[in-house]
């Protein structure tokens, strides 16, 4: 056991105790009740599960949670479904999800979600040229299963989000 | 013949337990200090930001809304401690089973309690007929099947139970004795289907919608049916089956006008991979005697259902009087979870932990292990074509399904397959025999495609075989051969609804990548480069759908939707409330999905087995005006559109007709007698103004206050019946008879109570179309290029094409997405995923998806894809379904582009890139 | 009588590294369910021929070589294999510029500074591809040891390099504590220290 204190979503959790054998996966579902954060496969293999980590450094990745011990995340700060939309006002991915009829069932819709806006924020640092947007959204979501929409409209969602700011995320 | 989907016992109370007693949960009730479970689940699609989705916003900022996300401190009322439940299942179907053995588990990870054969044994469980087979193995016996129940193990703390699966992942607790080899068991359906046309029109010389579906009366010493008539066979299985073989033997030894190919096709066990595993949640209050259950299912009726007569006899202790069913969105179905026997061990593990809210929730390992897969088949068939015309003269398949170990949906999947393998086609003779067998094989059940899959895919690449022997272009050899309007099918009753083949091929034919395929061919330099199509048709129903909707307006005029539908990610809480909102003018401001407990005022009851009923059972029982042949069904076989939407659609109207209608007389002051008063039909809604023309606009909410004050009908409670066509009823309703496709229907006034209304004339349809193989089916038909990489024998998906038909579109967006979906998901079915059936398979519990491939957006030609819907053929056709048919040319086409690309032709799946590489070489 | 227990022990080696190379060929690691073990280099002091000895060494060294838990980074494509089956990495990854992975999939970020048994997640810090210089997939062991101790083709490497890296890297190391479901490399990384060691002393000859 020990004790891990984190911020979830800009909100101070802890110090909880927690077994050095629980996923953080289960610390979210099962500890906190925190449901958004999906369980798919638990061996990192559909990323239903992933969060956003932030990094003190000013970068993010998105973390599957199913195959990381929970006391790993002791002093980081994640982000989570659940912390997209602020005040009631959906992101503009959110957003473009919904219009787009980006997903079906929903279920992979946290993860997808997570990775597109890790996306987007690492775009704003480092720009891609337009005849590299699909390609560029192609890798960075690949590794997120969806059984329901063949990805079409994920896809489109997101460039959709890009091409409406191209000077903030295009060379 | 037709299997019932469901064969137990159906009214209100099951075994004697009262069913879903719940009601509609109280907005702002004072004790409520968290949101009820229907309260969550009950969704404002008027409040979703941009136009999308019901669910949109709920499913984009991580509501709790599946079934996996709810706890017991998510429910009001519950204790607030969440135990779980560990199923073990079997991972050895050849050995004796000699027990449990716990020993690995250290003392803060022991079970509290176990529930084993044994515990059943005493209980007076009993297992409902559509689950025949132990719940649980007993110790002394071989497991019937891999990944069969062994015994549930109840944790009082999560801790504990997560403690005891990971040690129980890497050491099972299972212990096996001697060799006794699987364990046989009988098939599950052998069915002939023998079609002989009459020559030049006349009607048929044999059917088997006239003549019946042919049972072989024979099986030899393996179990095995003698498909051949002889001295021992009744005389109605010889007169077709004479036929059938008469047909054989023409095809064994054709004139030389006749081309015959006589191939054989094997395909793979596949799961479906939703991606939440299946899971549910349990409390059993023994002091109110109460089982409040949540679950997640494609048939919320039918696993209420079967916990009740599980239950029904069990010994007090363990004997809710009263059932609780609430059933959850879930992620992703495609079959997958209609009518799994998964809610049964969730109702077991509350019964035994008494007054402990439980969970029970498979991980992926688990899924694999025990959920429903779709039947691989071995296909032979043989065809004959006349080399002058084109023309198919006569048809012969054989299919063996392995259904695994429980019988489940095999039967229906096998007669469904069967009855498709002709697909568009119209053949004068034909004969097809299938054989779903058993074996100790996970079992088979539901899945997105339910056999056609299978047998279309052996079909559509035979006819491409065919068109390049004849030297006719296939799309031509396809055209040569349609079934026309008003045709008859394989079974010998015709299409009952638009055919639009004939377009689909024009389309195709039309289309770039069909018309370039030669000049990208002989340009593209380094690759092989293929191009094939396919077109096939698919059934929605099952023969025996129903819809149940309850449709209420409020006086402000937001709308309230209730629908048994489940809403699997197909969107159907979308497609019915953009259907109502056509209606009553406004987008519903509360959609239940999955509800079965809403409709108590229609007081349904029902007898018999719809599909096995006779005429003169369904005459008498009709009689009973609360009598329908069935109350609800599965959401599932395509039917979101079509039947999904029909019993809240049909309160709408009548809601419109017998309430805004005239509030908006009053309020424009037209009179009664006034000839306007007639043209309802012609107003319309626009931007929440109902306009009919010549007259001011009026507000939505205005017409909504005005029926409420006028005490017209603000509430219509439906229920809706379909046999490949629409049971019909007139009621009575201010002064005249209300006629419409339902068979129930109960009303409110203002905000009165409902009133339940006798129906004055009903036609349910004739019993006999039950022997229809398909009726309603919708086609769809595809397009697709692909490269082959030489030395890898990597395949690339260039671009691709599918055109489909599904006359009115209720939600473009939707049936896109359904054939983007269906795309993908053909796509990994020829190319990525396989099962091994047995020993190797998902029944050994190391499954996931590091060897189970699905496909990625890598995978696919994400931005490649066209989807093109083909208008109605009018204004007023109805919706068709189409969530299974579009993914199905997706797989024959692929294999036809293949052998397009490498001049070789494939006929098992998945195709590997270490297959193609092996034939290039 | 000592000595010809011992070729016959050689012998079977051999054909050992042989059946292994036949693996390789088919582009697969091979996969092993049985905890393999390792003869220790003093076994093989017997062999009077200098090339027979550093083959004979060779030979053990390569039941390490192609363990799954080396392939599966020695990895052809850039793109990692996993499991004891040795099936392509899901989710697909790739090497990257600096072998960590690509920007949106790092290695670290799933594999971390230890192995999580209760998920079958392996890890160690660092985690990442070996460079593509170094890749065996699809080699035969012959081909793969020439390619090890030529500085041209390893990337620069000397002898002393591979002996500390087989010998004393972590995340080699890693390849004999890979956690619940993956079989460790055979034997030890001391003895493979050892027969990397001393199979340098004795030539460093390649079969």
């Keep these: 056991m020990s004790a891990i204190s984190l911020k979830i979503n800009g909100k101070d959790h802890g110090p909880i105790e927690v077994r050095d054998d629980l996923s953080m996966n289960d610390f979210l579902r099962e500890v906190l009740g925190m449901t958004g954060t999906k369980f798919g496969c638990g061996a990192a293999q559909c990323l239903s599960c992933a969060v956003i980590v932030d990094d003190p450094d000013g970068t993010s990745a998105t973390m599957p949670t199913c195959t990381a011990p929970a006391m790993n995340f002791d002093g980081k700060s994640i982000r989570t479904v659940e912390g997209h939309a602020s005040n009631g006002q959906l992101t503009a991915l959110q957003e473009a999800f919904i219009r787009h009829f980006a997903f079906q069932c929903g279920y992979c819709t946290a993860g997808f979600l997570n990775e597109a806006q890790v996306l987007l924020e690492r775009l704003e640092h480092q720009p891609v040229a337009r005849e590299a947007l699909e390609q560029t959204i192609l890798v960075a979501l690949d590794g997120h299963l969806c059984r329901c929409t063949g990805y079409v409209r994920y896809h489109e969602a997101v460039r959709d989000v890009i091409l409406a700011q191209p000077a903030r995320y295009l060379l | 013949m037709r299997l019932s989907r469901r064969d137990f016992l159906?009214?209100?109370?099951?075994?004697?337990?009262?069913?879903?007693?719940?009601?509609?949960?109280?907005?702002?009730?004072?004790?409520?200090?968290?949101?009820?479970?229907?309260?969550?689940?009950?969704?404002?699609?008027?409040?979703?930001?941009?136009?999308?989705?019901?669910?949109?916003?709920?499913?984009?900022?991580?509501?709790?809304?599946?079934?996996?996300?709810?706890?017991?401190?998510?429910?009001?009322?519950?204790?607030?401690?969440?135990?779980?439940?560990?199923?073990?299942?079997?991972?050895?179907?050849?050995?004796?089973?000699?027990?449990?053995?716990?020993?690995?588990?250290?003392?803060?990870?022991?079970?509290?309690v176990v529930v084993t054969a044994a515990e059943l044994a005493t209980s007076g469980v009993r297992v409902p007929h559509f689950y025949e087979g132990n719940l649980l193995c007993p110790v002394?016996?071989?497991?019937?099947?891999?990944?069969?129940?062994?015994?549930?193990?109840?944790?009082?703390?999560?801790?504990?139970?997560?403690?005891?699966?990971?040690?129980?992942?890497?050491?099972?607790?299972?212990?096996?004795?001697?060799?006794?080899?699987?364990?046989?068991?009988?098939?599950?359906?052998?069915?002939?289907?023998?079609?002989?046309?009459?020559?030049?029109?006349?009607?048929?010389?044999?059917?088997?919608?006239?003549?019946?579906?042919l049972n072989p009366p024979l099986e030899d010493s393996d179990g095995r049916p003698i498909w051949q008539p002889g001295p021992k066979t009744d005389e109605a299985y010889t007169r077709g089956a004479a036929l059938g073989e008469d047909i054989r033997s023409a095809l064994a030894s054709p004139d030389a006008g006749l081309l015959v190919l006589d191939r054989n096709f094997e395909t793979q066990s596949v799961d479906p991979m939703f991606l939440e595993p299946e899971c549910g949640l349990a409390w059993y209050a023994p002091d109110k005697q109460a089982l409040e259950i949540v679950?997640?299912?494609?048939?919320?009726?039918?696993?209420?259902?079967?916990?009740?007569?599980?239950?029904?006899?069990?010994?007090?202790?363990?004997?809710?009087?009263?059932?609780?069913?609430?059933?959850?969105?879930?992620?992703?179905?495609?079959?997958?979870?209609?009518?799994?026997?998964?809610?049964?061990?969730?109702?077991?593990?509350?019964?035994?932990?008494?007054?402990?809210?439980?969970?029970?929730?498979?991980?992926?390992?688990?899924?694999?292990?025990?959920?429903?897969?779709?039947?691989?088949?071995?296909?032979?068939?043989?065809?004959?074509?006349?080399?002058?015309?084109?023309?198919?003269a006569a048809f012969a398949g054989d299919h063996i399904l392995d259904g695994g170990g429980l019988a489940n949906y095999s039967a229906s999947v096998a007669i469904v397959g069967a009855t498709a393998a002709i697909g568009i086609y119209d053949i004068p003779k034909v004969d097809v025999t299938t054989v779903a067998e058993h074996s100790h094989g996970v079992t088979a059940g539901s899945m997105r495609g339910y056999g056609?899959?299978?047998?279309?895919?052996?079909?559509?690449?035979?006819?491409?075989?065919?068109?390049?022997?004849?030297?006719?272009?296939?799309i031509e050899l396809r055209r040569r051969n349609l079934l026309k309007t008003g045709g008859p099918s394989m079974t010998g009753n015709p299409w009952t609804v638009s055919v639009r083949t004939p377009e689909i091929l024009d389309k195709l034919e039309a289309h770039p990548i069909w018309r370039k395929r030669s000049m990208h061919k002989a340009t593209t330099v380094g690759t092989l480069v293929g191009t094939g199509t396919a077109c096939c048709t698919k059934d929605y129903g099952t023969g025996a759908d129903c819809s149940l909707g309850r449709v209420e307006l409020a006086p402000d005029g937001s709308i309230t939707i209730h629908t048994d539908s489940v809403e699997m990610g197909n969107g159907i809480g979308t497609a019915v409330a953009r259907r109502i909102e056509a209606i009553l003018g406004r987008a519903a401001s509360a959609v239940a999905v999955a509800r079965i407990d809403t409709y108590d005022e229609l007081e349904l009851s029902t007898t018999g087995d719809p599909y096995t009923i006779t005429q003169d059972q369904q005459d008498a029982a009709a009689k009973n005006p609360r009598w329908v042949p069935e109350i609800s069904t599965a959401s599932t076989a395509s039917i979101g559109a079509h039947v999904g939407t029909q019993a809240s659609a049909q309160a709408a109207r009548i809601i419109f007709?017998?309430?805004?209608?005239?509030?908006?007389?009053?309020?424009?002051?037209?009179?009664?007698?006034?000839?306007?008063?007639?043209?309802?039909?012609?107003?319309?809604?626009?931007?929440?103004?109902?306009?009919?023309?010549?007259?001011?606009?009026?507000?939505?909410?205005?017409?909504?206050?005005?029926?409420?004050?006028?005490?017209?009908?603000?509430?219509?409670?439906?229920?809706?019946?379909?046999?490949?066509?629409?049971?019909?009823?007139?009621?009575?309703?201010?002064?005249?008879?209300?006629?419409?496709?339902?068979?129930?229907?109960?009303?409110?006034?203002?905000?009165?109570?409902?009133?339940?209304?006798?129906?004055?004339?009903?036609?349910?349809?004739?019993?006999?179309?039950?022997?229809?193989?398909?009726?309603?089916?919708?086609?769809?038909g595809t397009v697709v290029r692909i490269e082959i990489d030489r030395a890898s024998g990597a395949l690339h998906i260039v671009e691709a094409y599918s055109v489909l038909e599904c006359g009115e579109v209720l939600v473009t967006e939707l049936v896109e997405g359904q054939a983007q979906g269906g795309f993908a998901m053909g796509v990994g079915y020829a190319l990525l995923e396989t099962l091994p059936r047995f020993e190797d398979g998902p029944g050994n519990g190391k499954w996931n998806l590091g060897d189970y491939i699905v496909a990625r957006a890598s995978d696919l030609p994400i931005h490649n894809l066209e989807i093109e819907v083909l208008p109605p053929v009018s204004p007023k056709e109805p919706p068709k379904g189409i969530a299974e048919v579009v993914m199905i040319p997706i797989v024959p086409a692929l294999l036809n582009a293949i052998h397009d690309a490498t001049g070789h032709r494939f006929r098992s799946l998945p195709v590997t890139p270490d297959m193609i590489k092996g034939v290039l070489t | 009588m000592k000595s010809d227990c011992k070729r016959l022990i050689l012998a079977f080696l051999f054909s050992c590294a042989a059946i292994i190379a036949a693996n390789l060929m088919a582009g697969k690691a091979l996969a092993g369910s049985l905890r393999l073990t390792l003869a220790p280099a003093e076994n093989f002091a017997g062999i009077a021929n200098a090339k027979a000895h550093s083959l004979a060494l060779f030979a053990e060294i390569g039941k390490v070589l192609t363990s799954p838990r080396c392939m599966n980074c020695h990895a052809a494509n850039d793109r990692p294999r996993q499991g004891d089956s040795g099936r392509l990495h899901q989710p697909p990854v790739f090497r990257g510029p600096d072998g960590l992975g690509l920007p949106a999939m790092r290695c670290p970020i799933c594999h971390l500074a230890t192995n999580f048994d209760p998920a079958r997640m392996p890890g160690n810090k660092p985690w990442l591809m070996a460079p593509s210089e170094m890749t065996w997939e699809g080699k035969t062991l012959s081909q793969i040891c020439v390619q090890m101790r030529d500085p041209k083709l390893n990337g620069g490497k000397s002898l002393a390099d591979l002996v500390h890296h087989i010998g004393d890297d972590e995340l080699v190391g890693w390849g004999w504590n890979p956690g619940i479901g993956r079989t460790p490399a055979p034997g030890t990384q001391e003895q493979a220290k050892a027969l990397v060691q001393t199979w340098v002393d004795t030539g460093a000859e390649c079969p």
């Excluded at chain 2, 009001?76 to 779980?84: N, V």
């Excluded at chain 2, 059933?327 to 077991?348: K, M, N, Q, S």
């Excluded at chain 2, 056609?452 to 296939?474: F, Y």
């Excluded at chain 2, 009053?666 to 306009?691: H, K, S, T, V, Y």
């Design chain 2, 10 to 112: 159906r009214t209100g109370s099951v075994s004697g337990i009262a069913l879903t007693l719940s009601k509609i949960g109280i907005p702002g009730a004072a004790l409520a200090e968290q949101p009820s479970f229907f309260e969550r689940e009950t969704l404002n699609g008027a409040e979703v930001p941009v136009r999308g989705r019901v669910d949109g916003l709920a499913k984009v900022t991580g509501a709790k809304l599946y079934v996996s996300d709810f706890r017991a401190a998510d429910m009001p009322g519950w204790p607030p401690q969440t135990s779980h439940a560990l199923l073990v299942r079997a991972t050895d179907a050849s050995h004796v089973y000699d027990g449990l053995n716990l020993d690995a588990l250290g003392a803060n990870a022991r079970p509290d």
């Design chain 2, 452 to 474: 056609t899959l299978q047998t279309m895919t052996a079909l559509e690449t035979l006819i491409d075989e065919a068109a390049v022997e004849l030297k006719i272009d296939p």
């Design chain 2, 657 to 780: 007709r017998f309430g805004m209608w005239p509030a908006a007389l009053a309020l424009w002051g037209i009179a009664p007698a006034d000839p306007r008063a007639f043209l309802f039909e012609q107003a319309f809604w626009q931007g929440e103004e109902l306009i009919l023309s010549g007259l001011p606009p009026l507000a939505q909410a205005d017409v909504a206050a005005k029926a409420h004050e006028q005490e017209g009908v603000t509430g219509a409670i439906a229920h809706a019946f379909s046999r490949w066509a629409w049971a019909q009823a007139a009621f009575p309703i201010d002064d005249m008879q209300w006629t419409a496709d339902i068979d129930a229907l109960s009303i409110r006034r203002g905000s009165g109570s409902y009133k339940l209304l006798d129906r004055s004339f009903v036609f349910f349809p004739p019993t006999d179309y039950n022997r229809i193989g398909t009726s309603f089916t919708s086609s769809c």
């Design chain 2, 295 to 392: 679950l997640g299912v494609q048939s919320p009726y039918e696993a209420a259902s079967a916990v009740a007569f599980m239950l029904g006899e069990a010994e007090t202790a363990i004997r809710p009087a009263r059932i609780d069913g609430r059933f959850a969105y879930i992620g992703g179905g495609f079959g997958g979870r209609d009518h799994t026997p998964f809610p049964l061990y969730v109702a077991l593990a509350a019964v035994f932990f008494p007054g402990k809210p439980i969970r029970l929730a498979h991980d992926r390992f688990q899924q694999f292990q025990g959920g429903i897969k779709r039947h691989p088949f071995r296909i032979r068939s043989q065809i004959g074509i006349d080399k002058t015309s084109g023309r198919i």
């Design chain 2, 140 to 213: 002394g016996t071989t497991p019937l099947y891999l990944g069969q129940p062994v015994a549930l193990l109840l944790f009082e703390t999560f801790d504990a139970y997560d403690r005891a699966r990971t040690a129980l992942r890497d050491h099972s607790p299972l212990r096996f004795g001697a060799e006794t080899g699987p364990l046989p068991g009988a098939n599950y359906a052998t069915l002939r289907f023998t079609r002989v046309a009459g020559a030049d029109g006349a009607p048929d010389v044999y059917s088997p919608l006239r003549d019946g579906w």
